[in-house]
Structure formats: structure tokens, C-alpha cells
């Protein structure tokens, strides 16, 4: 069983893999352009599993910020797989071991919970393993060879492919904001107030750090309170968004 469930998430894996392997290797050009050498860039990504921190923590480290705006921000940025660990944990086979499921909660990321969370009925943790087995090498190895890359290759080229991390982000957005009022207005809110901290004077004197967690914790709790997610339903449908017109 153990040995099925583990082939099934390799398989399931393949395609997460490798989409994190093209977009590691952005990751890996921007954290050598920045003066981080190969071992430490593979090692960041090794330990850490997080685009969107990855991406915001080496702007900090680059800017030179305290580890308490660090912290801080790792904490907004990354509290979304503390609730997904939560969730998948009530997923897994009941006796499946608490260090199965710190294991599992250290490899979640949007894509693993995703697949993870599709599966029907109560889930191995060995799943979870076969697909970790392939994303974790994806994202590791995408950021070596970006790394060496960014160390060989011509400035204008890694300048081009360096955006490749950043169009990732707005692939991930465009889809939700098109079909969801709620996630549109708080794009929307975030690219505004984002702007804000660029051109107003004082604005422009808040760290890079804490203008990160001030721009998630408004434009999101702007979100919340404007359309709010109603208490799910019988029978374990989903609440819906209840957004004011």
C-alpha cells in the first residue's frame, strides 16, 4: 500500500517538478545577481520551499534588513501553509504518526497541497512523500543551475530570464482574479498601495520588509471584511464569497 501510494505521488509529481525546475532557475540568477553564491542559493531553496518568500527574503537580505523585519515577514508571507498543513493533517490515514505528519507539513507548498487535497478519500502520507520526491529535486536543482547560470552567462541574458519568477506570480493571480471579485479588489488594492510606498515621501522611508507586511496583512484584511466567506453549508459543500456590491 505504502509502496502504491508512493509511485502514485511521483507520478502526480512529474508535472510539479517540473514547473518548479524552470521557475527555481529564475530564482537561482536573481540570488546569484544579488551576491549569493551557489551553495548558499541551493541551500535557501533546500530548506525553505517558498517562492514567493524565497523571492522576498532574498530582496531583504539584499537590502540589508533586520532579521525581525526577515521574520516578520516570512510569518505573513508563509502563514497560508500553516492552515494548508492543518487541513491536509485532517486528511491523512488516522494512523498515520505525528513525525509523518511534521514530514508532510514540511514539504507543503500551494502545489503539493493542491494535489494532495484533490485525492479522494483519506490520504498516505506516503503520497505525499512520491510527490515531494520530485518537486523538492525540481526546486532545489532549478535554483543550482540558475546560480551557475547567473555566474556564466551575459548580463543582458540573465536580465531577461530574471523576470521569469515574476511572471509566475502574476500567472498565478490572472486566473483567480478573472473569476473572483474578491481576489481581483485585492490585486487590485495591494498593486495600489504598493505604489504608495514608491512615490510618497514618508512612505518611501518604510523598510522593504515591513512594507511587505503592511501592504499583505491591509489589502487582506480589506478583503476579508469586504467579502467575507460564508460558514459552509450541509452535507461539506464550501462556503461561498459574499461579496457587496
Known amino acids: 500500500m505504502n509502496r502504491q501510494s508512493f509511485l502514485k505521488g511521483l507520478r502526480d509529481g512529474i508535472p510539479i517538478g517540473l514547473g518548479y525546475l524552470a521557475v527555481a532557475f529564475s530564482f537561482g540568477m536573481l540570488a546569484s545577481a544579488g551576491g549569493l553564491s551557489v551553495g548558499q542559493a541551493t ?127 502574476v500567472a498565478v493571480i490572472i486566473p483567480p482574479a478573472k473569476e473572483n471579485r474578491a481576489v481581483l479588489a485585492v490585486v487590485l488594492a495591494a498593486m495600489a498601495l504598493s505604489t504608495l510606498f514608491q512615490v510618497v515621501p514618508v512612505l518611501k522611508q518604510v523598510s522593504t520588509g515591513f512594507m511587505i507586511i503592511i501592504v499583505t496583512v491591509v489589502t487582506a484584511g480589506i478583503g476579508a471584511a469586504v467579502c467575507p466567506v460564508t460558514d459552509r453549508k450541509e452535507d461539506g459543500e464550501k462556503g461561498e464569497q459574499n461579496c457587496e456590491s
Open 43 to 169: 541551500l535557501l531553496s533546500l530548506l525553505n520551499l517558498t517562492s514567493a518568500g524565497q523571492a522576498a527574503g532574498l530582496n531583504l537580505m539584499i537590502a540589508g534588513s533586520s532579521y525581525l523585519e526577515m521574520a516578520l515577514t516570512q510569518l505573513t508571507i508563509n502563514l497560508r501553509y500553516c492552515l494548508m498543513s492543518f487541513s491536509i493533517s485532517q486528511k491523512l490515514e488516522r494512523e498515520a504518526a505525528p513525525w509523518h505528519r511534521y514530514l508532510v507539513a514540511f514539504g507543503i507548498t500551494d502545489e503539493i497541497f493542491g494535489v494532495t487535497a484533490a485525492q479522494k478519500g483519506k490520504v498516505s502520507p506516503w503520497y505525499s512523500y512520491g510527490v515531494m520526491a520530485v518537486a523538492i529535486p525540481g526546486w532545489t536543482l532549478g535554483t543550482a543551475l540558475g546560480a551557475i547560470s547567473g555566474n556564466l552567462l551575459p548580463a543582458f541574458i540573465t536580465s531577461a530570464l530574471g523576470i521569469a519568477l515574476y511572471g509566475m506570480f
